[in-house]
């Protein structure tokens, strides 16, 4: 410790020299501290992190050799700018508002479940199930019946991480991981072999559904009634957290779980809970995919609505009205991605932009919380 | 005999990427930063090797290139979670989700093409002579034999050196490494950008010389399952060279079940390594439920002097 000075007294004051390692800038008066008080809350910081991440891919598109400007306005116009374009991201924004609030929920009392995807994929093969196996069952009950049991399909996917996370004390990151290989090795087994449509020409796909085993849609678009079902998620998920015992349980674990157990609340099975509801909202997904856009389980039926709902539930910063909008941003981002195709870009573009706004939100989140302070 | 042979062969060269990002992940880890990046690190890293290679066709260039781009996001990783004290977990997520981007992005082009053999065989044909070990070793490539010497070489260094009982002591308490005079974020920027060149290289020997050829997401959860076995090994090198192979022969087990000729369709042979990682997590929690799981204490709980989170 040579390097600490010594303590000095000049004119009666005691001045004690900075420890070595502290964030001290030359001329001394201030100094950058963290805040813990402050809520690293800040209403420009998505908006902002949007926009250096385009600044970052920029550089890569340039580095392409394309110049990015027109690039992102492709993806743009692509994404918004036509009537087409725009119901494509709406259609986009269903499954993402429903896997973005199922994480999120899990996302408040600090449960990482990163398997949306699988749960997604549990969901749709749930729904897929009852056509194959029911396909006689009346018009009235065929719907009710498969969002029933993609909800209850998707909510045992998330009961698997959970009970792993509560009894065993198993990092739920590794296991929702791992689960999201086995769904989609499932799905795919399910396409390749026992469901696979005779006549499909051997498209990697099941039979096509009949009407009344889809979602209806709006007009001639793609749009369908699974908008509806994020939108009542969104209400009753607001409800929940802020008006239910439950709820209230919930914020209070996810501000101090040791001050809640200390309350007496049980966190496994609360745990249990949100893993379920988490879940069963990302199977809802699944059924609402296959039932309202593509009308049959196929290969490849996620273009990674799982992960990228992540980032819709952090650009949200868990908040039910910042769902909203970041998964008809994110919605916009994956039509814009498959809009650049066109021009020779791999629609990969929308990942690395995913990607690279999560980084800004982080880094972001936390320089927020940054001070700087006087020192006298 | 020779079926044995055959297995453990082909769960070393399985088994390899996962030794090196488990490796990677232990120095990280035992630092006390929790690294959940390493999918991200190891698409980079591959990508970055086949795209390296593909143009100049020199494998020392392809490993420095590895290095440069695991040494970038090593920093970034390591300025986000040691200097802006960033939650870890989402960190390595964001991490994991860049790198799945940036690596589709940059690797379209070579996409689907097969990659030349790289990496030379250390041929050491006088090794046959020793019984039934010796055949194991005598053909591996140079990348396993590093391997080999890495983990003997952090064993050694986590363990018997003073550095090593630096980096123990910054993971388990930081600031009384601190009161110890030990610069702890000077050296977790250090520990980290060292195992992302490790977790870098997992990825690079993946391409180069268990599945020669680039496609998107090819790591298929090997970063993840790297992550479980930091936990399976308890944070211990030659530990984790046993998991790693172990792991290694269950992923090839899976190919062997389907060369043989069996029934079974083999999507279900290829969730064995992902069911078997949670049920090996489940036994090791259930069994330890009572003791340390021997993590770092200090794991994920970033430090800055003075200041308490």
């Known amino acids: ?56 891919c920029g550089i890569f598109i340039a580095a392409n050799g394309m110049n990015p400007f027109p690039v992102y306005k492709k993806m743009f116009t692509g994404a918004f700018g036509t009537a087409y374009g725009l119901t494509e991201t709406l259609v986009k924004t269903i499954p993402l508002l429903l896997c973005g609030l199922g994480v999120a929920i899990a996302y408040r009392i600090s ?8 749960q997604f ?97 709006l007009g001639d678009t793609r749009l369908h009634l699974g908008l509806i079902f994020g939108l009542i998620a969104i209400v009753l998920y607001g409800f929940f957290i802020k008006y239910t015992r439950a709820g209230y349980e919930l914020r209070l674990i996810g501000a101090s779980p040791e001050a809640a157990k200390q309350a007496g609340i049980r966190i496994s099975r609360h745990i249990l809970l949100v893993m379920l509801i988490s879940g069963g909202l990302a199977g809802l997904a699944g059924m609402a995919e296959v039932s309202g856009v593509t009308h049959r389980l196929m290969y490849g039926i996620s273009p990674g609505y799982g992960y990228t709902a992540i980032i819709v539930a952090w650009l949200a910063k868990l908040h039910p009205v910042g769902l909203i909008v970041s998964s008809f941003l994110f919605g916009g981002l994956i039509v814009g991605g498959f809009s650049v195709q066109t021009i020779g870009l791999p629609s990969s573009i929308s990942e690395m932009l995913q990607g690279a706004i999560l980084f800004f939100l982080i880094a972001g989140g936390t320089l927020s919380k940054f001070r700087l302070r006087k020192i006298r | ?79 986000l979670s040691v200097s802006l004290r960033a939650n870890q977990i989402v960190c390595g997520l964001a991490m994991t989700l860049f790198g799945a981007g940036l690596s589709a992005y940059l690797g379209k082009p070579v996409s689907g093409l097969p990659v030349p053999r790289a990496v ?38 986590i363990h018997k050196t003073s550095w090593g009982l630096h980096l123990r002591a910054m993971g388990d308490s930081p600031a009384t490494a601190d009161v110890m005079g030990i610069r702890v974020q000077a050296f ?21 010389v268990y599945s020669p050829t680039w496609t998107e997401g090819m790591t298929t959860g090997r970063g993840w399952i790297a992550v479980a076995l930091i936990i399976f090994a308890r944070w211990n090198p030659i530990r984790a060279l046993f998991c790693a192979y172990f792991f290694g022969a269950l992923d090839m087990l899976g190919f062997r079940i389907q060369l043989i000729g069996s029934e079974i369709p083999s999507y279900f042979l290829k969730m064995i390594p992902y069911i078997v990682t949670i049920l090996v997590l489940m036994f090791l929690g259930w069994r330890n ?21």
């Open chain 2, 1 to 79: 005999m020779e079926i044995v042979y055959q297995m453990l062969l082909a769960a070393i060269s399985s088994g390899t990427p996962l030794l090196f990002a488990t490796l990677g992940g232990i120095l990280i880890e035992r630092s006390g930063i929790i690294q959940l990046g390493a999918e991200g690190l190891m698409l980079m890293g591959a990508v970055t090797a086949c795209l390296t290679f593909v143009q100049t066709g020199s494998l020392t260039v392809a490993l420095l290139a590895v290095c440069g781009i695991s040494i970038l996001l090593g920093c970034i990783h390591a300025f």
């Open chain 2, 120 to 157: 030379p065989k250390l041929d050491m044909p006088w090794l046959e002579a020793v019984p039934f070990v010796g055949r194991i070793f005598a053909h591996l490539d140079v990348l396993t034999w590093f391997s080999f010497v890495l983990v003997i070489a952090l064993h050694l260094f």
């Open chain 2, 289 to 309: 439920r009572n003791k340390p799981s021997g993590s770092p204490e200090a794991l994920g709980i970033p430090y800055i002097r003075e200041q308490r989170f």
């Open chain 2, 188 to 208: 977790r920027y250090g520990y980290i950008v060292a195992g992302s060149i490790l977790i870098g290289i997992a990825g690079a020997d993946l391409l180069l």
């Open chain 1, 111 to 118: 449960v990482w479940n990163i398997g949306a995807e699988g």
């Open chain 1, 121 to 217: 994929a549990a969901g749709a093969m749930a729904a897929t199930a009852v056509t194959i196996y029911f396909p006689n069952m009346p018009g009235m009950l065929i719907i009710p019946t498969m969002i029933v049991f993609s909800i209850a399909a998707g909510g045992i996917w998330g009961l698997l991480t959970a009970i792993p996370r509560t009894y065993f004390q198993v990092n739920e990151l590794v296991t929702s991981l791992m689960l999201n290989y086995v769904a989609l090795l499932a799905l795919d087994y399910f396409v390749f072999g026992p469901w696979k449509d005779p006549e499909g020409m051997n498209f990697p796909g099941t039979k096509v559904f009949t009407a009344s085993q889809s979602l209806p849609v």
């Open chain 1, 1 to 56: 410790m040579s390097e600490h000075e010594p303590v000095t007294q000049k004119d009666g004051v005691i001045s004690i020299p900075p420890l070595r390692g502290q964030r001290k800038w030359k001329w001394q008066s201030y100094r950058i501290e963290i805040d813990t008080a402050k809520n690293g809350a800040t209403w420009w910081l998505p908006f902002v992190s949007v926009l250096l991440a385009l600044l970052v």
